[in-house]
């Protein structure tokens, strides 16, 4: 009996997904584990594995179709016994007249309906792409669907593109770093078709500008930050942190630690913001309209950029971890996120977050409370500022911290205390590690 590939709920949150690319094409051997499509949820790019094994039949939504709903067919494979032409022609004679199949381009032309409700909707409308097939004179390109989807909007080829991202994956950084190299060097134009603004020499003129489709991650973002800036009632309170005995005490920590660990100084600002929750708990709060949420433990989301957006892994009660163990989940936890190797359980809930943007120079920030928690630190640059120490002139490692707080769940007075708390930890981190 064929076994249906379903779209897959890669998130608490995940209604619909975006299949940006398929891995393997019709007339594959499949196995159980294998990497098969990349999909793009409301959080990350994720790779989906099989669960059967079999030879993929027919792929009834084609790469880059958006708006799948979760528990739609995507795919369906044949067993063994069976024969991929049978189940494929099955497969299609399955599919409802009153839900005829299209392609992508068609729909796109087709007045907007509204999308499926449940997850068990009418089969995916879309076309079935041609048989895809494995070649050694087409070797597979490693490049995110945010990456590829800027490659085809400029007619940049990628397999001219070297990627700096994990084992040489083409971000889109890299194609825009390409699209500004010398168009001798680059595929500007196709079929002698220029982009808008653009001179048939090459030469760009002024006003020039092109589209560049939103992902589900970023549509996600704008859609979460948007509530929060506007339902969420935002304070800010901001101190200056003397950062000197702490870089001397991750220094001296670092020269003890055992072998491939290194602490970082975002490490001790989560040790200390997870400390500061637990000693004011008041802070450590979520707004939930009837009730308040008050959270035993500290579960911190660390905010990691990631190609096309940002996601927020969580260390979850962080204040129960040394700095060794701090500094290892966190390191694990960012290269995970950046690789799009996440489970949803590790990157949803939590009941504070940080977002550090002193390694790019920062001095001071604000940011926007990721809902639901009830606060966020934003973290600039340990830079060197002049201060008065007992009424003398002195130089110190000085860093600005800005916390923005939900008035709702937290009050001023309550914001006050948590950043002096957070402040004393920091700056005499020995305490930090009673």
């Known amino acids: ?209 092109y589209l560049v489709a939103n992902s589900q991650m970023r549509k996600a973002i704008a859609s979460r930050l948007q509530d929060s800036k506007q339902q969420a009632p935002h304070f800010y309170l901001t101190v200056d942190c003397v950062i000197d005995n702490l870089l001397e005490a991750r220094k001296a920590l670092n020269a003890k630690a055992a072998e491939g660990v290194k602490i970082s100084v975002n490490d001790m600002i989560i040790r200390a913001a997870a400390m500061a929750l637990i000693a004011v708990p008041e802070a450590n709060a979520s707004w939930e309209g009837e009730n308040t949420r008050l959270f035993r433990n500290a579960d911190i989301a660390m905010a990691v950029a990631i190609d096309g957006g940002l996601i927020t892994p969580i260390v979850w009660a962080a204040e129960q971890k040394g700095l060794a163990a701090l500094s290892q989940v966190t390191a694990d936890l960012a290269a995970r996120a950046r690789d799009g190797k996440l489970a949803a359980s590790e990157y949803t809930g939590g009941s504070f977050s940080i977002s550090n943007l002193g390694m790019f120079g920062v001095r001071e920030f604000a940011a926007v409370i990721n809902p639901p928690h009830g606060g966020i630190l934003a973290v600039g640059a340990g830079e060197q500022r002049p201060i008065v120490i007992d009424g003398n002139l002195a130089v110190a490692t000085v860093m600005s911290v800005t916390l923005s707080a939900d008035h709702r769940a937290v009050d001023g007075a309550v914001g006050a205390r948590w950043l002096q708390v957070f402040k004393g930890f920091v700056e005499n981190p020995v305490t930090m590690l009673l």
Do not use: C, H
């Open 1 to 209: 009996m064929a076994i249906e590939i379903k779209m897959p709920a890669l998130s608490p949150t995940m209604t619909t997904g975006t299949l940006a690319k398929w891995l393997v094409g019709e007339g594959d051997r499949v196995n159980s584990g294998d990497v098969i499509a990349e999909i793009e949820t409301d959080k990350a790019t994720m790779e989906v594995e099989s669960v059967d094994d079999g030879i993929l039949a027919k792929i009834l939504v084609d790469s880059g179709a958006e708006n799948v709903a979760v528990g739609a067919v995507i795919a369906v494979l044949a067993e063994d016994g069976e024969t991929a032409s049978d189940v494929a022609k099955a497969s299609l004679q399955e599919t409802s007249p009153a839900a005829p199949v299209q392609s992508v381009a068609s729909e796109a032309k087709a007045p907007a309906e509204p999308a499926p409700t449940p997850a068990s909707a009418a089969p995916v409308t879309a076309a079935a792409p041609a048989p895809q097939t494995k070649s050694s004179d087409n070797p597979r390109i490693f490049a995110s669907p945010l990456a590829r989807r800027i490659a085809a909007d400029r007619n940049i080829a990628l397999n001219g593109i070297t990627g700096s991202g994990p084992y040489g994956r083409i971000l889109r950084r890299d194609v825009e770093s390409a699209a500004t190299a010398p168009i001798a060097q680059t595929t500007a134009t196709l079929a002698g078709v220029t982009q808008a603004g653009a001179t048939k020499t090459g030469v760009t003129q002024q006003g020039e500008s």
